[in-house]
C-alpha cells in the first residue's frame, strides 16, 4: 500500500469526521478515481481538461457518493499525455496552483494524488500545495528512494515553492513480527522524529481488497485493523494541523485557524484557504 491508498483512505477518514474533503487525482492510471468510485473514461471531465485546456476546477470535481463531504477531481489516460503537452504552455508548472486558487467551494483539505515520477504533472502538485505527505513501507527499498525523494522536494521548494515542506511521514504496511520492518520504523522515527505520525498502517488484506469494489477501506470494512489506523492517522493529522483549536469531541471540523506551514483550516467559510497535501511516494 503506497501513496494512492493512503490519499483516499485518509480523504474518507477525514470526510467521515465532519471534514470536506478534495482529492485530485494526477496519476494517468486513475487508481485513487477507482478506488474512490469515481468514473474516469476517456470522455469524463478530468484533471487534464484543468491543466491543458484551463477548465475550472469546479467543471470535473465530482461528490463521492459513499462518503459526504468528499470529493474527487478523476484523472483519465489523456494525462499520459499531458506531460508532453505542457511543455509548451504559459506557466506549466503552475496550473494547478492556479486552478485552487479560483476554486470557490470550501473545502477543509485537499490531497494530491501524485504520479510516481518527478514531471511536470508532480511538478504542479508539489508547486500547488505547502505540505508534503510521504507513506513510506516499511521494507529495505523504501529507504533507498526516500533520499532521491528529498532532494526532488528540496529542488522544487529553491525553485518554484518556498512554503514547500515535508509534514506528514506514515509508515505503512508495517508488520510487527518482523524485524525488517521494526528496523526501518526506528530508522525513520529517528531520522524524521517531527514529521513521523505515531500510527502504522498495518498489512492488511482488507485495504487491498478494497478498490475492487471501487472503495475505500473506510467503507468497504469500517472494523477492520486498516481501517481503524487509517482512521486513528487522520486523527493524528488533523490534530496537527488544527493545533489548540481543534475541538476535543470532533478534531476534524477544525476552525480557521493556522495550520501546517501557515495555511488555515476550516469548516465552513469559503474565505479561509484549505490544507493542501502532496502525497508522494519514495521511489523503488
Same mark, same amino acid.
Not at 157 to 169: E, F, K, Q, V, W
Given at each position: 500500500?503506497?501513496?494512492?491508498?493512503?490519499?483516499?483512505?485518509?480523504?474518507?477518514?477525514?470526510?467521515?469526521?465532519?471534514?470536506?474533503?478534495?482529492?485530485?487525482?494526477?496519476?494517468?492510471?486513475?487508481?485513487?478515481?477507482?478506488?474512490?468510485?469515481?468514473?474516469?473514461?476517456?470522455?469524463?471531465?478530468?484533471?487534464?481538461?484543468?491543466?491543458?485546456?484551463?477548465?475550472?476546477?469546479?467543471?470535473?470535481?465530482?461528490?463521492?457518493?459513499?462518503?459526504?463531504?468528499?470529493?474527487?477531481?478523476?484523472?483519465?489516460?489523456?494525462?499520459?499525455?499531458?506531460?508532453?503537452?505542457?511543455?509548451?504552455?504559459?506557466?506549466?508548472?503552475?496550473?494547478?496552483?492556479?486552478?485552487?486558487?479560483?476554486?470557490?467551494?470550501?473545502?477543509?483539505?485537499?490531497?494530491?494524488?501524485?504520479?510516481?515520477?518527478?514531471?511536470?504533472?508532480?511538478?504542479? =502538485?508539489?508547486?500547488? @500545495?505547502?505540505? %508534503? +505527505?510521504?507513506?513510506?513501507?516499511?521494507?529495505?527499498? !523504501? $529507504?533507498?528512494? #526516500?533520499?532521491?525523494?528529498?532532494?526532488?522536494?528540496?529542488?522544487?521548494?529553491?525553485?518554484?515553492?518556498?512554503?514547500?515542506?515535508?509534514?506528514?511521514?506514515?509508515?505503512?504496511?508495517?508488520?510487527?513480527?518482523?524485524?525488517?520492518?521494526?528496523?526501518?520504523?526506528?530508522?525513520?522515527?529517528?531520522?524524521?522524529?517531527?514529521?513521523?505520525?505515531?500510527?502504522?498502517?498495518?498489512?492488511?488484506?482488507?485495504?487491498?481488497? =478494497?478498490?475492487?469494489? @471501487?472503495?475505500? %477501506? +473506510?467503507?468497504?470494512?469500517?472494523?477492520?485493523?486498516? !481501517? $481503524?489506523?487509517? #482512521?486513528?492517522?487522520?486523527?493524528?493529522?488533523?490534530?496537527?494541523?488544527?493545533?489548540?483549536?481543534?475541538?476535543?469531541?470532533?478534531?476534524?471540523?477544525?476552525?480557521?485557524?493556522?495550520?501546517?506551514?501557515?495555511?488555515?483550516?476550516?469548516?465552513?467559510?469559503?474565505?479561509?484557504?484549505?490544507?493542501?497535501?502532496?502525497?508522494?511516494?519514495?521511489?523503488?
Amino acid at each position: 500500500m503506497g501513496k494512492t491508498t493512503t490519499t483516499v483512505n485518509i480523504a474518507a477518514a477525514l470526510a467521515m469526521n465532519g471534514a470536506r474533503v478534495l482529492v485530485i487525482d494526477l496519476d494517468p492510471q486513475g487508481n485513487a478515481s477507482t478506488a474512490l468510485g469515481i468514473d474516469h473514461h476517456a470522455d469524463v471531465p478530468s484533471v487534464y481538461d484543468v491543466l491543458v485546456d484551463g477548465k475550472p476546477l469546479a467543471d470535473v470535481v465530482q461528490p463521492v457518493k459513499d462518503v459526504e463531504g468528499l470529493f474527487c477531481a478523476p484523472a483519465t489516460i489523456d494525462l499520459a499525455g499531458a506531460e508532453i503537452e505542457l511543455v509548451s504552455l504559459v506557466a506549466r508548472e503552475s496550473r494547478l496552483k492556479r486552478a485552487l486558487d479560483s476554486y470557490e467551494q470550501p473545502l477543509d483539505y485537499v490531497l494530491i494524488d501524485c504520479p510516481p515520477s518527478l514531471g511536470l504533472l508532480t511538478v504542479n =502538485a508539489l508547486v500547488a @500545495g505547502a505540505e %508534503v +505527505m510521504i507513506p513510506i513501507q516499511c521494507e529495505y527499498y !523504501a $529507504l533507498e528512494g #526516500l533520499s532521491q525523494l528529498l532532494r526532488n522536494v528540496e529542488l522544487v521548494r529553491g525553485h518554484l515553492n518556498p512554503a514547500l515542506h515535508i509534514s506528514t511521514i506514515l509508515l505503512t504496511m508495517y508488520d510487527a513480527r518482523t524485524r525488517l520492518a521494526a528496523q526501518v520504523a526506528e530508522e525513520v522515527r529517528t531520522h524524521f522524529a517531527d514529521q513521523v505520525l505515531r500510527t502504522s498502517i498495518p498489512r492488511s488484506v482488507r485495504i487491498s481488497e =478494497a478498490p475492487s469494489y @471501487g472503495q475505500t %477501506v +473506510m467503507t468497504y470494512d469500517p472494523g477492520s485493523s486498516g !481501517a $481503524l489506523s487509517y #482512521l486513528e492517522a487522520a486523527r493524528e493529522i488533523a490534530l496537527r494541523g488544527a493545533g489548540a483549536n481543534a475541538h476535543p469531541a470532533n478534531p476534524y471540523a477544525t476552525q480557521a485557524g493556522p495550520g501546517e506551514g501557515g495555511h488555515p483550516q476550516q469548516s465552513a467559510a469559503p474565505s479561509a484557504s484549505p490544507q493542501h497535501f502532496g502525497m508522494v511516494e519514495e521511489n523503488r
